[in-house]
Structure formats: structure tokens, C-alpha cells
């Protein structure tokens, strides 16, 4: 019970470092993260350090973090989600989410416990700020100097604090480890692996490990700071090796308290200033003035597929217009979905290869994957380096953090 209420603890206040599960994990910038020997350190076993995880109730710090993400997508759909940068356009935070989904970000981070969070993700000169601060959440584009503002009564008589700094810290090295932590199950190696320094902190790893055969991750290592039990940096690794798919990580932190000033705003002088929703329920979401609803950074798609594929998926129940099933477990799940869609996949690839369809068209499918059989009959697999998917000609899909060959042995044994 006191364990349970320890991870709520540590969760509450997951402070907001790398909202997008992503940082630029190329070999020159390895050294920024960890040197070579590792420092030496007590033992302490896999359990222990779970505890210690738990038992963390760091409230305050500020530094700078790394995030990337290499999920092996098409350049048209790396393109659509923005490249690399994360300023330019519309305010809101989720339009500048999907864009944090591909590529290499630097992010300045503060956090003064629930009440005050602060994210700035520097892009060459231009920026763009989340800011988080009592009643206020506050976006800011520098570059097209917008501003998104949503002001939340509630969070002002303390009712809704803790909801608003989980959706601002949803993808924090803190808050994957814990996501992380909650999934791995029976279907999960744990261990302690070598030691490291983090930004210039000594630091435990804890290394998840599928059991099954057929993921795609092949560990996802975090990076314990050796005093206070906060995660430093969290990858994610593809089981067929190269650069992480996801890494996260602190390269400067300081757990001392931010000035009061840090978290303040007001809104530049010209900027265009859209409102959300005021009140929007005990989730605190609120609306841009277009009417789309903020979901805040938990809606990060690349937490949701590193959650999806340990056993996350199939959560939704029935999609759109027909039913999903959850085959498999841990590491190993796939979510069979039937669209009722019939030849929907064919139609769409008889689409895109039109005369009258646009070349980018049958360039960007094309590029999503090659064609399988099976006994299920016949299929296209769309492929990344975590997510992959076989669309049947049914209309049924089969999806998970699994390879090409589990998702046809599944639609075999499920035909």
C-alpha cells in the first residue's frame, strides 16, 4: 500500500524534461550523456532499484534535455509530422506534439512541483514555450509569435493540479520510467546493467528486456540518478539494433529550487492570442478557438506506442466500425481490429494508383510496406521501426510493437 502511494507520489510530480520521448541519439552526441567507464557504485539489485524509483520525491529542478525519436518513418510522413522543427504555425501544444514525433529536439526545462512547469523547445533561434502556472497554461510560437492560453478555475482553488502537471510532464524521463516500470509484467526481464554518468551525475541502469521472441524492442534502459532515485535518461532500443528508437535524457539538471519568475508570462506585445475553453472539466482539457480539444503532451504518440507495445494496446475497445481483440500478451501483443471494411485496402491502393491520383500519393504508400500472403490470404505491412501493421485485403489489421512475421503468424492463427 505505502509502495502504491510512493509511485502516485513520484508520477504526481514527473516534471516536465523530454515531452516527447525523443532526443538526437547520434554516436558524437553519446559523450554529452554518459562516459565510457562508468562510475563505481554500490550494488544494489533490480528490486532495490525499483524502490528506489518509487521511493523518488523530487519536486523542483531545471536543466536542458535531449529528445529524439527514430521511429523509421517514410521522409512524405516525416515530412507531415513537420520535420524537425517545433516552432512556426498555430500555438496550440498539440499541433506542436505530432511535429516532436520525428527528429532531434533541445529542450530547457523547470519544474516547481504540480503548480509550476515549464517547457521550451529551442529550434535555432526560434522557440516555442509551454508554460504551466497555478491556473494558467500558456503556450508560446516565438516565430510566429502566437500565444495559447487556457485558464483553469479549478487548478486555482487546488482541485485540479495534479491532472494539469501529468499532462505537462506526460512524457518526461520520469513519467516513461514509470509507465515503463507499471507494464513490464511476467513477460519482462528486469536487471541492473552497467553504471553511467548523465549529466554529469553518477546513475544506475535498470535494463527491461522482452522474454518473448517477435518484439521489435530489444530493451528499454533507464538511467537512475544514484542519490535521489530520478531517471535521467530512458531509451528505448530496437531489437535489430542501430540508434535507439526513442532517448530521452537530461544533459544539464540542478535540483535546486527555480526562481518564481521563471513560470511567469505575458503575452508579447502584437501577438495573436487564442483562448481555450475556460472549466473544461475535471480532466482540464480545454479547446483551441477552432474547437479541437487539447489532450495535453500524454497524448504523445510515441509514448503511446512504447505503452501500446507492452501490452497497451486493444485498451479502446471496438474502433471505428468494427471490433478490436487483443491477441498475445506483454511485449508480444497485437490488437486485431475488424474494420468491416471488406477490400477497403484494395480500393485504397487502386486509389492512390489512379491516373488522376497525385504521385505523392503512390510514393507515400508505396513506401509504408511490401506486400504478404498467408493463409489469412493476402496483405500489405506497414512498417516502422517499433509500430508495425498488416492490413489484409478483408479489411482486417493486426498491429503491435511486433515484427513482420508475428503480425502474419497471428492473422494465420485469427484468420
Same mark, same amino acid.
Given at each position: 500500500?505505502?509502495?502504491?502511494?510512493?509511485?502516485? =507520489?513520484?508520477?504526481? +510530480?514527473?516534471?516536465?524534461?523530454?515531452?516527447?520521448?525523443?532526443?538526437?541519439?547520434?554516436?558524437?552526441?553519446?559523450?554529452?550523456?554518459?562516459?565510457?567507464?562508468?562510475?563505481? *557504485?554500490?550494488?544494489?539489485?533490480?528490486?532495490?532499484?525499483?524502490?528506489?524509483?518509487?521511493?523518488?520525491?523530487?519536486?523542483?529542478? /531545471?536543466? /536542458?534535455?535531449?529528445?529524439?525519436?527514430?521511429?523509421?518513418?517514410?521522409?512524405?510522413?516525416?515530412?507531415?509530422?513537420?520535420?524537425?522543427?517545433?516552432?512556426?504555425? /498555430?500555438?496550440?501544444?498539440?499541433?506542436?506534439?505530432?511535429?516532436?514525433?520525428?527528429? /532531434?529536439?533541445?529542450?530547457?526545462?523547470?519544474?516547481?512541483?504540480?503548480?509550476?512547469?515549464?517547457?521550451?523547445?529551442?529550434?535555432?533561434?526560434?522557440?516555442?514555450?509551454?508554460?504551466?502556472?497555478?491556473?494558467?497554461?500558456?503556450?508560446?510560437?516565438?516565430?510566429?509569435?502566437?500565444?495559447?492560453?487556457?485558464?483553469?478555475?479549478?487548478?486555482?482553488?487546488? =482541485?485540479?493540479?495534479? #491532472?494539469?502537471?501529468?499532462?505537462? %510532464?506526460?512524457?518526461?524521463?520520469?513519467?516513461?520510467?514509470?509507465?515503463?516500470?507499471?507494464?513490464?509484467?511476467? @513477460?519482462?526481464?528486469?536487471?541492473?546493467?552497467?553504471?553511467?554518468?548523465?549529466?554529469?551525475?553518477?546513475? +544506475?541502469?535498470?535494463? *527491461? #528486456?522482452?522474454?518473448?521472441?517477435?518484439?521489435?524492442?530489444?530493451?528499454?534502459?533507464?538511467?537512475?540518478?544514484?542519490?535521489? %532515485?530520478?531517471?535521467?535518461?530512458?531509451?528505448?532500443?530496437?531489437?535489430?539494433?542501430?540508434?535507439?528508437?526513442?532517448?530521452?535524457?537530461?544533459?544539464?539538471?540542478?535540483?535546486?529550487?527555480?526562481?518564481?519568475?521563471?513560470?511567469?508570462?505575458?503575452?508579447?506585445?502584437?501577438?495573436?492570442?487564442?483562448?481555450?475553453?475556460? %472549466?473544461?472539466?475535471?480532466?482540464?482539457?480545454?479547446?483551441?478557438?477552432?474547437?479541437?480539444?487539447?489532450?495535453?503532451?500524454?497524448?504523445?504518440?510515441?509514448?503511446?506506442?512504447? @505503452?501500446?507495445?507492452?501490452?497497451?494496446?486493444?485498451?479502446?475497445?471496438?474502433?471505428?466500425?468494427?471490433?478490436?481483440?487483443?491477441?498475445?500478451?506483454?511485449?508480444?501483443?497485437?490488437?486485431?481490429?475488424?474494420?468491416?471494411?471488406? #477490400?477497403?485496402?484494395?480500393?485504397?491502393? =487502386?486509389?492512390?494508383?489512379? #491516373?488522376?491520383?497525385?504521385?505523392?500519393?503512390?510514393?507515400?504508400?508505396?513506401?509504408?510496406?511490401?506486400?504478404?500472403?498467408?493463409? $489469412?490470404?493476402?496483405?500489405?505491412? $506497414?512498417?516502422?521501426?517499433?509500430?508495425?501493421?498488416?492490413?489484409?485485403?478483408?479489411? =482486417?489489421? +493486426?498491429?503491435?510493437?511486433?515484427?513482420?512475421?508475428?503480425?502474419?503468424?497471428?492473422?494465420?492463427?485469427?484468420?
Amino acid at each position: 500500500m505505502a509502495t502504491n502511494a510512493k509511485t502516485r =507520489k513520484a508520477a504526481r +510530480y514527473a516534471v516536465p524534461v523530454a515531452v516527447a520521448g525523443v532526443a538526437a541519439a547520434t554516436v558524437a552526441m553519446v559523450p554529452a550523456f554518459a562516459n565510457s567507464g562508468g562510475p563505481d *557504485l554500490p550494488k544494489m539489485t533490480a528490486q532495490q532499484l525499483i524502490e528506489k524509483v518509487a521511493a523518488s520525491d523530487v519536486q523542483q529542478l /531545471s536543466g /536542458s534535455a535531449k529528445i529524439s525519436t527514430d521511429l523509421g518513418l517514410p521522409k512524405l510522413a516525416s515530412g507531415l509530422l513537420g520535420g524537425g522543427g517545433v516552432a512556426g504555425g /498555430s500555438a496550440n501544444p498539440e499541433d506542436k506534439i505530432a511535429q516532436l514525433a520525428n527528429g /532531434s529536439h533541445t529542450v530547457r526545462v523547470a519544474a516547481d512541483g504540480p503548480d509550476r512547469q515549464k517547457l521550451t523547445f529551442v529550434d535555432g533561434k526560434d522557440e516555442y514555450s509551454l508554460i504551466h502556472n497555478g491556473a494558467d497554461v500558456w503556450g508560446y510560437d516565438s516565430k510566429a509569435n502566437e500565444v495559447w492560453h487556457e485558464k483553469n478555475p479549478g487548478a486555482a482553488a487546488g =482541485k485540479d493540479q495534479k #491532472k494539469t502537471a501529468e499532462r505537462l %510532464g506526460g512524457a518526461s524521463p520520469q513519467q516513461l520510467a514509470q509507465d515503463v516500470l507499471k507494464a513490464a509484467g511476467p @513477460t519482462t526481464d528486469v536487471s541492473v546493467g552497467e553504471t553511467a554518468q548523465v549529466a554529469g551525475r553518477d546513475a +544506475y541502469q535498470l535494463v *527491461l #528486456k522482452p522474454k518473448q521472441s517477435g518484439s521489435t524492442v530489444g530493451s528499454v534502459k533507464i538511467a537512475v540518478d544514484a542519490k535521489n %532515485g530520478v531517471p535521467l535518461r530512458v531509451q528505448l532500443l530496437a531489437a535489430e539494433g542501430g540508434k535507439p528508437i526513442v532517448d530521452a535524457g537530461f544533459t544539464k539538471v540542478d535540483f535546486a529550487k527555480p526562481s518564481a519568475d521563471t513560470f511567469a508570462f505575458t503575452a508579447p506585445k502584437g501577438a495573436k492570442v487564442t483562448e481555450g475553453a475556460a %472549466g473544461a472539466g475535471e480532466e482540464g482539457h480545454g479547446k483551441d478557438g477552432h474547437g479541437k480539444e487539447f489532450k495535453g503532451l500524454d497524448s504523445f504518440p510515441g509514448l503511446d506506442a512504447l @505503452t501500446g507495445g507492452m501490452g497497451g494496446a486493444g485498451k479502446g475497445g471496438a474502433g471505428k466500425g468494427g471490433e478490436t481483440k487483443v491477441l498475445g500478451e506483454g511485449w508480444a501483443t497485437i490488437a486485431r481490429i475488424d474494420t468491416g471494411a471488406g #477490400k477497403g485496402l484494395q480500393d485504397l491502393e =487502386k486509389s492512390a494508383n489512379g #491516373k488522376d491520383a497525385p504521385k505523392e500519393a503512390k510514393q507515400f504508400f508505396d513506401s509504408l510496406g511490401g506486400k504478404v500472403t498467408g493463409k $489469412f490470404g493476402e496483405g500489405r505491412v $506497414f512498417k516502422t521501426r517499433l509500430v508495425n501493421a498488416l492490413i489484409t485485403d478483408d479489411g =482486417k489489421v +493486426y498491429v503491435g510493437a511486433v515484427t513482420k512475421d508475428a503480425l502474419v503468424q497471428a492473422a494465420d492463427a485469427n484468420k
